[in-house]
C-alpha cells in the first residue's frame, strides 16, 4: 500500500481563509492562496494563488505567481508572473515570464545557463606587460 502512495505526487494546498507565521517546508506541489509571513522553501513547485499574500523569503524549484509577495525569489527552475501578480522584491532564476500587467519591483537576475556562470573568470588574460618603460629615465 506505500508503493501506491508514493506513487502519487501530492498537491497541497493553504486556502484563502489560512494565516501562517513561520516558515513552511514542503516536498512536491503547494499552492498558496492564504497569507503566510516566513520563509518558503522546497525542491518542489509553489504557487501563489490569486487572493494569497506572502511576505518573506521563496526559495523553491519553480514558482507561479497570481497574488502579491513581499519578498525575494530564489527558484532553480522557471519563475512566472501572471497578469494580476504583484512581486516587491529581488528574483533570481533560469527562466522568468512576466505575463502583460503584472507589477514587478526589484531586480532580477536570470542565469539560464548556470555552468557558464560558474567560471566567469575564464574571460580574463594573464598579464603580460612588455619590458618598454622599465628601464627608461628616472
Do not use: W
Request: charged share 25%; proline share 4%.
Amino acid at each position: 500500500m506505500s508503493d501506491s502512495i508514493s506513487s502519487t505526487t501530492s498537491k497541497n494546498t493553504l486556502a484563502s481563509d489560512v494565516e501562517i507565521k513561520g516558515s513552511i517546508k514542503f516536498q512536491n506541489d503547494l499552492t498558496i492562496d492564504g497569507k503566510v509571513e516566513g520563509e518558503i522553501s522546497s525542491q518542489g513547485t509553489l504557487t501563489v494563488g490569486e487572493n494569497a499574500e506572502i511576505r518573506g523569503e521563496i526559495k523553491t524549484k519553480s514558482v507561479t505567481v497570481f497574488g502579491k509577495v513581499h519578498g525575494n525569489i530564489t527558484v532553480e527552475e522557471r519563475c512566472e508572473l501572471r497578469s494580476h501578480a504583484v512581486l516587491q522584491g529581488d528574483l533570481k532564476a533560469s527562466r522568468l515570464v512576466i505575463e502583460d500587467g503584472a507589477t514587478f519591483v526589484g531586480k532580477s537576475e536570470v542565469t539560464p545557463n548556470r555552468i557558464a556562470m560558474k567560471t566567469p573568470e575564464i574571460v580574463r588574460t594573464p598579464e603580460n606587460r612588455p619590458a618598454t618603460g622599465l628601464g627608461g629615465p628616472r
